[in-house]
């Protein structure tokens, strides 16, 4: 099992920057993939980034190079780095964990975006 738990969202203006984490914990070994999802309102989920256990990362294209994912194995946390953000990238954050069998998903954390 494991459990990811997400934190660092917030209320930023258009056009600044927020830093989301996540931590990891549980049967850590079984991790592969690691990935962020946002939720805005009204709205289904969707794939923000995804990143693999060896570093390669990938990006929806509404990212347009202004989010960047990353992860420290060691202290098996998770990180999205976003910048030039706007009033559409308002929703609930989701980190999500893969083991290729399995799926795990932390509570979300708000990013609310101001114009």
């Known amino acids: 099992q494991v459990q990811v738990v997400e934190s660092g969202g917030g209320l930023v203006q258009a056009g600044g920057s927020l830093t989301l984490s996540c931590a990891a914990s549980?049967?850590?070994?079984?991790?592969?993939?690691m990935g962020w999802y946002r939720q805005a309102p009204g709205k289904q989920r969707e794939w923000v980034a995804v990143?693999?256990?060896?570093?390669?990362?990938k990006y929806a294209n509404f990212v347009e190079g202004r989010f960047t994912i990353s992860r420290d194995n060691a202290k098996n946390m998770l990180y999205l780095q976003m910048s030039g953000l706007k009033p559409e990238d308002t929703a609930v954050y989701f980190c999500?964990?893969?083991?290729?069998?399995?799926?795990?998903w932390g509570q979300g954390t708000r990013v609310t975006v101001s114009s």
């Open positions: 549980g049967y850590i070994a079984s991790i592969r993939a």
């Open positions: 990143i693999s256990s060896g570093g390669s990362t």
């Open positions: 999500n964990a893969h083991s290729g069998t399995e799926a795990y």
